[in-house]
């Protein structure tokens, strides 16, 4: 478990590794916080912010180095090995220790253990994505399940948790700005994009598009101006508040299609108002482990509030092009599944009657007698170099620091993070009451409070390098000295982001919300506040970071 | 586990007893210090989660050593175990040795149960309330109180108070036959004189005994003196023949369990050692508590080695390394005579990598339960053992397929396995030839109450249950025997004609009664049976340990619709609102069949029994005696 404290984020998936730990399967847990998941690992390895790479190489160059490494796997399966392994070699057990925080007997039993183990899952989150070197962090993880021969086998593998139930229907379905449904290359895959354009009678430009980060950059420069917003609250969501807020206010046209009228919402020209997908639409998601579920509509949903296929479908005819899919919902999300069924390989073989009394099937399931994929990546095991295809590549990646450094000024790092209690920016939670739910503070270890003199509930200033707010003080044990954290849940009340970096991985577009590097100051009247109470942002005189 | 604890913190006294069962801290996230290295790493997991059979050694040192387990203490060892809170004060409050509300740090338990009845506890609790207040009420200074406590094991001496002493040094200790003045000096903080006496076998001396050979004849504090008189020729003799013929000359000699099952030893022990399964344990059941039994007390007090010795040929015979023996908290004596014991066979090599260097390992570890009666059923035990509260598991499957941490497991009682001794030396057929065909070998009876000379005594099965009242010396002071309690509170209650019954298994079950755990408790006619009928009621309500509804729930309406009928029948014979005699024991009756049916384990199933006995057998609200 690297970056991922699932068992507030992911409860559900967290059950089930409960029963695999409770089954004997052991469990290590990369994180800088010591959090609730890493309260169950046999062992936590308290890292320093930002420094995933480092470890990954230390134990890399351990489990080489300690002769573990899956030869015959590397061999058949693999390129690029000799490189890889030369790029960690001065990755010492002292040298991960010195870069990484966590002692060399602890880089040397992670090591070991992953390097014997029979079968290994590393399952990451947003500690490992939310990186100005995002990518490069997966591929290091990536190295260490090509090393170790965990790959393409039952019970192993590499494992981005989603943050949804559909993040994984999103990128199926092609909302990504470089694939087509059934992730199908847009520039590379003429092929499919003829496809494409036969049956939506339409050209598509061989061209990847913008991701969000770059989508911002375009409406700074004034060379995006009018945005369809459906289902996300960047007003909120996006690092460095104050300035995705004067980009999205400089926009000529703004439309959003949300469940809740959200900050963004509140700022957009038109908003659709639309169907609350788990209960009142009809149609499919994909969950983390490829399985297409049905969703089926249980309510109609209130109001004017529409399913987003008929909002969409709607649309389309305003600008002229007929899409009739049906009338009905069921109908319509069933023409419409069928449609990408004979666009996309990977699920021809998903009819929805075989999605209902299968519960589900997992992708690539190309035709109707296909069970599914319960793994991916098998063919690289294979001793037929023709069936054993592409292999795949080792990546040699470097370690580099949070681009927010930290020196005097700055000393605290920042690390965003999540409660069980509340759901990101807090539009689907914070309507509800919780028992656990506490409200916005910046949590400090113990060490750190006394060392600031600032008292458990007390408001203090937090500043970074863009912006500052004011926040009460929380001790939290799970922090050691140095290392600050606040959730993201509650922007009303205190908005994290305009702290945060809008630094980005320019491969993903993911901003660096993991480090900020901050300092913390007493207010004037002291504690007079009380907890919460005058909490909130204030523009830095730095001002907005343009 | 992420734990989510009170902020209660424990103090100096209470973290240094906990920290003396499992060692200091680790690390800074199990109740140490936080320090650079814990900033960094933790280690937890799997490894902290199979130390959780140490919770009750835990509870019991925070217990000795201030006298009650507070919330501070309750978290700090939930902490260092990683148990949560909830679940570790579930175990806390199970045992009524245990007190999760502050107590003082002197407790004298006074038992008042039906063989102290006999033996005067009656007039001494009396006394008790009228100079200090009801049971429970703390001494003038706080630092002392007694409360009433059901049987102790110490029948033989009654009446008799267990002092459970809290503080660094203390150490619980039992006295029987005890005096108004002793408990009185106790709950004053006054010093006193106490001797515990033993000598609870008069047969010592006699050169027919097996079981009780070396009872007051060998020092049980000496394994020379073991060895001098035939100690562990019995394992050598084992060690020589092998495990699979061991096993054999057990089956041979056709011992069945002497805890109260019954249960043939030779088949157990065949399971386990070919369960597949690894490892496999061996326990030594040293529970007693059914009221009326005290003879595996006076085992181990008086001949440690033999149990030690039988339960190493065990645990050599069905491929176990590590055997624990479960003993219940109310026998420190005992207790520190068989750590004694187990102490110097390591020292001697007759425990551990290298068992009289055959090449066998095996090691003995000592549980002290915390008073539960519902413990001594052997898969409450396993769970109690496990650090769980003593709740009895659902059967099957069966102990010897899945015992012990889940795995197969031989569990003994204390005089089956010293039994085991002199079917090593002699042999299984020889030792079948001694009884009767189907109940075979020496058996120890726990003869109390109202008889001259209560005791244990060892017999050949057969022997009538007037030959056992013969050798206690009939009833005391020459009176009318009134009734005999066959088998303990679980038993039945048998009639003054009924002395010729041979005391075998087989017998016994054909007239309708058991030996149980060997109980026979004599009442003359001085004895007001109601009150015993009450006291044996209000045990097993008390007892319940409450996992299932049949005995949860029965138990409370046995004890009710007993005490309607006897005050009913107490006063002029009407019955006020509650209902005819009549329909009471058709109550009674249906009460009993539905604990039999239902309960999950013995202790609801023979719950009603000695009630139906009075009822039944003697005729008691029938116009017999009450």
Same mark, same amino acid.
């Given at each position: 478990?690297?970056?991922?404290?699932?068992?507030?984020?992911?409860?559900?998936?967290?059950?089930?590794?409960?029963?695999?730990?409770?089954?004997?399967?052991?469990?290590?847990?990369?994180?800088?916080?010591?959090?609730?998941?890493?309260?169950?690992?046999?062992?936590?390895?308290?890292?320093?912010?930002?420094?995933?790479?480092?470890?990954?190489?230390?134990?890399?160059?351990?489990?080489?180095?300690?002769?573990?490494?899956?030869?015959?796997?590397?061999?058949?399966?693999?390129?690029?090995?000799?490189?890889?392994?030369?790029?960690?070699?001065?990755?010492?057990?002292?040298?991960?220790?010195?870069?990484?925080?966590?002692?060399?007997?602890?880089?040397?039993?992670?090591?070991?253990?992953?390097?014997?183990?029979?079968?290994?899952?590393?399952?990451?989150?947003?500690?490992?994505?939310?990186?100005?070197?995002?990518?490069?962090?997966?591929?290091?993880?990536?190295?260490?399940?090509?090393?170790?021969?965990?790959?393409?086998?039952?019970?192993?593998?590499?494992?981005?948790?989603?943050?949804?139930?559909?993040?994984?229907?999103?990128?199926?379905?092609?909302?990504?700005?470089?694939?087509?449904?059934?992730?199908?290359?847009?520039?590379?895959?003429?092929?499919?994009?003829?496809?494409?354009?036969?049956?939506?009678?339409?050209?598509?430009q061989p061209k990847y598009g913008w991701h969000l980060t770059q989508m911002f950059e375009a409406m700074a420069?004034?060379?995006?101006?009018?945005?369809?917003?459906?289902?996300?609250?960047?007003?909120?969501?996006?690092?460095?508040?104050?300035?995705?807020?004067?980009?999205?206010?400089?926009?000529?046209?703004?439309?959003?299609?949300?469940?809740?009228?959200?900050?963004?919402?509140?700022?957009?020209?038109?908003?659709?108002?639309?169907?609350?997908?788990?209960?009142?639409?009809?149609?499919?998601?994909?969950?983390?482990?490829?399985?297409?579920?049905?969703?089926?509509?249980?309510?109609?949903?209130?109001?004017?509030?529409?399913?987003?296929?008929?909002?969409?479908?709607?649309?389309?005819?305003?600008?002229?092009?007929?899409?009739?899919?049906?009338?009905?919902?069921?109908?319509?999300?069933?023409?419409?599944?069928?449609?990408?069924?004979?666009?996309?390989?990977?699920?021809?073989?998903?009819?929805?009657?075989?999605?209902?009394?299968?519960?589900?099937?997992?992708?690539?399931?190309?035709?109707?007698?296909?069970?599914?994929?319960?793994?991916?990546?098998?063919?690289?095991?294979?001793?037929?170099?023709?069936?054993?295809?592409?292999?795949?590549?080792?990546?040699?990646?470097?370690?580099?620091?949070?681009?927010?450094?930290?020196?005097?000024?700055?000393?605290?790092?920042?690390?965003?993070?999540?409660?069980?209690?509340?759901?990101?920016?807090?539009?689907?939670?914070?309507?509800?009451?919780?028992?656990?739910?506490?409200?916005?503070?910046?949590?400090?270890?113990?060490?750190?409070?006394?060392?600031?003199?600032?008292?458990?509930?007390?408001?203090?200033?937090?500043?970074?390098?863009?912006?500052?707010?004011?926040?009460?003080?929380?001790?939290d044990p799970a922090l050691r000295p140095g290392l600050v954290s606040m959730t993201l849940h509650f922007p009303?009340?205190?908005?994290?982001?305009?702290?945060?970096?809008?630094?980005?991985?320019?491969?993903?577009?993911?901003?660096?919300?993991?480090?900020?590097?901050?300092?913390?100051?007493?207010?004037?009247?002291?504690?007079?506040?009380?907890?919460?109470?005058?909490a909130g942002p204030e523009k830095s005189s730095a001002g907005v970071d343009a | 586990m992420d734990l989510h604890?009170?902020?209660?913190?424990?103090?100096?006294?209470?973290?240094?007893?906990?920290?003396?069962?499992?060692?200091?801290?680790?690390?800074?996230?199990?109740?140490?210090?936080?320090?650079?290295?814990?900033?960094?790493?933790?280690?937890?997991?799997?490894?902290?989660?199979?130390?959780?059979?140490?919770?009750?050694?835990?509870?019991?040192?925070?217990?000795?050593?201030?006298?009650?387990?507070?919330?501070?203490?309750?978290?700090?060892?939930?902490?260092?175990?990683?148990?949560?809170?909830?679940?570790?004060?579930?175990?806390?409050?199970?045992?009524?040795?245990?007190?999760?509300?502050?107590?003082?740090?002197?407790?004298?338990?006074?038992?008042?149960?039906?063989?102290?009845?006999?033996?005067?506890?009656?007039?001494?609790?009396?006394?008790?309330?009228?100079?200090?207040?009801?049971?429970?009420?703390?001494?003038?200074?706080?630092?002392?109180?007694?409360?009433?406590?059901?049987?102790?094991?110490?029948?033989?001496?009654?009446?008799?108070?267990?002092?459970?002493?809290?503080?660094?040094?203390?150490?619980?200790?039992?006295?029987?036959?005890?005096?108004?003045?002793?408990?009185?000096?106790?709950?004053?903080?006054?010093?006193?004189?106490?001797?515990?006496?033993?000598?609870?076998?008069?047969?010592?001396?006699?050169?027919?005994?097996?079981?009780?050979?070396?009872?007051?004849?060998?020092?049980?504090?000496?394994?020379?003196?073991?060895?001098?008189?035939?100690?562990?020729?019995?394992?050598?003799?084992?060690?020589?023949?092998?495990?699979?013929?061991?096993?054999?000359?057990?089956?041979?000699?056709?011992?069945?369990?002497?805890?109260?099952?019954?249960?043939?030893?030779?088949?157990?022990?065949?399971?386990?050692?070919?369960?597949?399964?690894?490892?496999?344990?061996?326990?030594?059941?040293?529970?007693?508590?059914?009221?009326?039994?005290?003879?595996?007390?006076?085992?181990?007090?008086?001949?440690?080695?033999?149990?030690?010795?039988?339960?190493?040929?065990?645990?050599?015979?069905?491929?176990?390394?590590?055997?624990?023996?479960?003993?219940?908290?109310?026998?420190?004596?005992?207790?520190?005579?068989?750590?004694?014991?187990?102490?110097?066979?390591?020292?001697?090599?007759?425990?551990?990598?290298?068992?009289?260097?055959?090449?066998?390992?095996?090691?003995?570890?000592?549980?002290?339960?915390?008073?539960?009666?519902?413990?001594?059923?052997?898969?409450?035990?396993?769970?109690?053992?496990?650090?769980?509260?003593?709740?009895?598991?659902?059967?099957?499957?069966?102990?010897?397929?899945?015992?012990?941490?889940?795995?197969?497991?031989?569990?003994?009682?204390?005089?089956?396995?010293?039994?085991?001794?002199?079917?090593?030396?002699?042999?299984?057929?020889? @030792? !079948? +030839?001694?009884?009767?065909?189907? %109940?075979? /070998?020496?058996?120890?009876? *726990?003869?109390? &109450?109202? #008889?001259? =000379?209560?005791?244990?005594?060892?017999?050949?099965?057969?022997?009538?249950?007037?030959?056992?009242?013969?050798?206690?010396?009939?009833?005391?002071?020459?009176?009318?025997?009134?009734?005999?309690?066959?088998?303990?509170?679980?038993?039945?209650?048998?009639?003054?004609?009924?002395?010729?019954?041979?005391?075998?298994?087989?017998?016994?079950?054909?007239?309708?009664?058991?030996?149980?755990?060997?109980?026979?408790?004599?009442?003359?006619?001085?004895?007001?049976?109601?009150?015993?009928?009450?006291? @044996? !009621? +209000?045990?097993?309500?008390?007892? %319940?340990? /409450?996992?299932?509804?049949? *005995?949860?729930? &029965?138990? #409370?309406? =046995?004890?009710?619709?007993?005490?309607?009928?006897?005050?009913?029948?107490?006063?002029?014979?009407?019955?006020?609102?509650?209902?005819?005699?009549?329909?009471?024991?058709?109550?009674?009756?249906?009460?009993?069949?539905?604990?039999?049916?239902?309960?999950?384990?013995?202790?609801?199933?023979?719950?009603?029994?000695?009630?139906?006995?009075?009822?039944?057998?003697?005729?008691?609200?029938?116009?017999?005696?009450?």
């Open positions: 478990m690297w970056g991922s404290n699932a068992r507030e984020t992911h409860p559900i998936f967290f059950h089930h590794v409960l029963k695999g730990i409770n089954n004997g399967a052991k469990m290590y847990a990369v994180d800088p916080r010591r959090t609730s998941s890493a309260e169950w690992a046999d062992v936590w390895l308290g890292i320093d912010v930002g420094t995933d790479i480092a470890l990954s190489n230390a134990v890399a160059r351990e489990i080489i180095a300690a002769d573990l490494h899956h030869k015959e796997f590397i061999e058949r399966g693999t390129t690029g090995f000799a490189e890889y392994a030369a790029s960690v070699e001065e990755w010492t057990l002292e040298r991960g220790e010195a870069e990484t925080g966590v002692p060399a007997d602890v880089i040397r039993d992670l090591a070991h253990t992953m390097g014997l183990a029979d079968r290994v899952q590393i399952c990451w989150t947003l500690g490992i994505t939310e990186h100005h070197n995002a990518v490069d962090n997966v591929l290091s993880l990536i190295n260490l399940a090509l090393l170790t021969g965990n790959v393409g086998r039952y019970g192993c593998g590499v494992n981005p948790l989603r943050g949804q139930n559909n993040v994984q229907g999103g990128g199926d379905m092609g909302a990504i700005p470089n694939k087509l449904s059934g992730f199908q290359d847009i520039e590379e895959n003429h092929e499919a994009r003829r496809r494409f354009e036969s049956a939506w009678d339409c050209t598509i420069r004034k060379e995006l101006t009018h945005l369809y917003v459906i289902g996300e609250n960047p007003a909120q969501s996006e690092a460095d508040a104050n300035h995705a807020n004067h980009v999205l206010e400089g926009l000529e046209f703004m439309a959003v299609q949300d469940i809740f009228l959200t900050r963004t919402a509140e700022m957009a020209d038109v908003v659709f108002p639309a169907s609350a997908s788990w209960c009142e639409s009809e149609g499919t998601v994909t969950n983390s482990e490829r399985r297409v579920q049905r969703v089926r509509k249980a309510l109609d949903p209130p109001g004017n509030a529409r399913d987003d296929m008929q909002i969409i479908a709607d649309l389309a005819g305003r600008l002229g092009r007929t899409w009739d899919y049906g009338a009905e919902p069921r109908e319509m999300a069933e023409n419409v599944w069928n449609e990408l069924r004979s666009l996309s390989p990977m699920h021809t073989g998903m009819s929805y009657e075989r999605l209902e009394t299968e519960g589900g099937l997992q992708w690539p399931c190309t035709s109707d007698d296909d069970p599914g994929a319960t793994f991916l990546h098998g063919r690289l095991w294979s001793t037929d170099p023709d069936e054993r295809g592409i292999p795949a590549p080792f990546s040699v990646v470097l370690h580099e620091l949070p681009v927010d450094e930290l020196d005097d000024d700055f000393p605290l790092r920042l690390t965003t993070v999540r409660n069980l209690s509340d759901y990101n920016t807090g539009v689907q939670t914070s309507g509800y009451s919780s028992p656990l739910r506490r409200d916005e503070a910046l949590c400090v270890s113990p060490e750190d409070g006394e060392r600031y003199q600032v008292k458990d509930g007390e408001v203090v200033k937090v500043s970074s390098r863009r912006g500052s707010l004011q926040a009460p003080v929380r001790y009303d009340e205190v908005e994290v982001n305009v702290l945060t970096i809008e630094a980005t991985d320019p491969k993903s577009g993911t901003a660096e919300f993991k480090a900020t590097a901050v300092r913390i100051d007493k207010l004037a009247n002291g504690s007079g506040n009380g907890r919460g109470a005058g | 604890t009170t902020e209660a913190a424990a103090t100096d006294d209470e973290r240094a007893a906990v920290d003396e069962v499992l060692g200091s801290p680790a690390s800074g996230w199990r109740g140490g210090e936080r320090d650079e290295r814990s900033s960094r790493v933790a280690h937890g997991g799997h490894d902290l989660r199979e130390k959780r059979h140490l919770l009750l050694p835990a509870l019991h040192a925070v217990q000795a050593r201030v006298g009650w387990i507070s919330p501070g203490a309750l978290n700090y060892v939930s902490e260092r175990l990683m148990v949560p809170p909830a679940e570790a004060y579930g175990v806390a409050s199970f045992y009524a040795m245990f007190s999760t509300e502050e107590r003082p740090a002197t407790v004298v338990h006074v038992c008042d149960d039906i063989a102290c009845k006999t033996g005067g506890a009656d007039e001494l609790c009396a006394r008790l309330e009228q100079d200090f207040g009801p049971s429970g009420t703390p001494g003038e200074d706080g630092r002392t109180t007694w409360l009433r406590t059901p049987c102790l094991g110490l029948c033989e001496k009654a009446p008799a108070a267990l002092f459970q002493t809290a503080g660094e040094g203390r150490q619980d200790f039992t006295l029987a036959p005890v005096d108004a003045e002793q408990v009185e000096a106790a709950l004053q903080s006054k010093a006193f004189a106490w001797q515990r006496e033993y000598g609870s076998t008069p047969q010592t001396g006699r050169h027919d005994l097996r079981l009780l050979s070396r009872v007051g004849v060998a020092d049980p504090e000496s394994i020379d003196d073991y060895r001098a008189n035939g100690g562990y020729l019995a394992l050598r003799r084992a060690l020589e023949i092998g495990p699979a013929d061991v096993i054999r000359e057990v089956t041979d000699s056709k011992l069945m369990g002497r805890g109260g099952a019954a249960f043939p030893t030779g088949v157990k022990w065949n399971a386990v050692a070919q369960a597949p399964a690894l490892p496999h344990y061996v326990i030594c059941n040293a529970d007693e508590s059914e009221p009326g039994t005290f003879k595996d007390r006076v085992l181990m007090e008086e001949d440690p080695f033999a149990v030690i010795e039988s339960m190493t040929i065990a645990g050599y015979a069905i491929g176990a390394h590590e055997g624990y023996i479960y003993i219940r908290g109310e026998y420190p004596e005992a207790t520190f005579r068989l750590q004694n014991a187990i102490d110097q066979a390591r020292i001697r090599g007759y425990l551990g990598d290298d068992v009289m260097e055959r090449d066998f390992a095996f090691d003995i570890e000592l549980r002290r339960g915390a008073g539960a009666y519902i413990c001594g059923e052997e898969t409450a035990l396993m769970e109690s053992i496990e650090g769980k509260r003593g709740e009895p598991r659902n059967k099957p499957p069966f102990p010897v397929h899945v015992g012990l941490f889940g795995m197969p497991t031989a569990i003994n009682n204390v005089e089956t396995l010293v039994n085991v001794l002199d079917i090593m030396k002699e042999g299984g057929p020889q @030792i !079948a +030839a001694i009884g009767t065909t189907d %109940s075979t /070998g020496p058996k120890l009876f *726990c003869v109390s &109450g109202c #008889v001259e =000379q209560p005791g244990v005594f060892e017999v050949p099965f057969g022997a009538t249950l007037g030959d056992l009242l013969h050798l206690a010396g009939g009833v005391r002071g020459g009176r009318e025997l009134q009734t005999i309690l066959l088998g303990g509170a679980a038993g039945v209650f048998v009639k003054p004609d009924e002395l010729d019954l041979p005391l075998t298994f087989e017998d016994a079950r054909a007239s309708g009664a058991t030996l149980g755990s060997g109980v026979i408790m004599v009442f003359d006619d001085t004895i007001d049976m109601s009150a015993i009928l009450l006291r @044996i !009621a +209000a045990f097993f309500r008390d007892e %319940s340990c /409450g996992q299932c509804v049949p *005995c949860r729930v &029965g138990t #409370v309406r =046995q004890e009710e619709a007993l005490h309607r009928l006897i005050d009913a029948n107490g006063s002029n014979g009407s019955n006020g609102s509650n209902g005819s005699s009549d329909q009471e024991l058709a109550l009674l009756a249906e009460l009993e069949l539905v604990m039999k049916d239902a309960s999950i384990c013995g202790l609801g199933q023979t719950a009603a029994s000695a009630i139906s006995s009075a009822v039944n057998r003697l005729g008691m609200f029938n116009g017999g005696p009450q």
